[in-house]
């Protein structure tokens, strides 16, 4: 069983940036996909990058139109590692950010089909 720990939240300003990691344990993740969700206080949790498990082209990716040119999901497998960069922060980007794993190749979208997650790490945009 995978586990995975995020960190990189933090407090920042309005056109900021923050790059979140997401470590995996007790297997590799190379061949999985990947994704970050995040939920804001009083709503539920969304979408906001995945990244597929196919090797080629370093993997299919996807975004949400409310970050999609601002924010990018990479992986580094040499260190079981996803990130997400996050650039020209908004306050509307404040959020808790959870990493998730599907445990097979195809990414999705949608979080029923995400077998493991993080506990989460915060993300404050102050305007």
């Known amino acids: 069983q995978v586990q995975l720990v995020e960190s990189g939240g933090g407090l920042v300003q309005t056109g900021d940036s923050l790059r979140l990691s997401c470590v995996a344990s007790?297997?590799?993740?190379?061949?999985?996909?990947m994704a970050w969700f995040r939920q804001a206080p009083g709503k539920e949790r969304e979408f906001v990058a995945a990244i597929s498990g196919y090797q080629w082209a370093n993997g299919n990716t996807y975004y949400a139109n409310s970050v999609k040119g601002r924010f990018t999901i990479s992986r580094d497998n040499a260190k079981n590692t996803v990130y997400l960069q996050m650039n020209s922060l908004k306050p509307e980007d404040t959020a808790v950010y959870y990493c998730a794993t599907t445990g097979q190749r195809l990414a999705s979208m949608k979080q029923e089909n995400y077998e493991t997650w993080g506990q989460g790490t915060q993300a404050i945009v102050s305007s």
């Open positions: 007790g297997r590799s993740i190379s061949d999985t996909a």
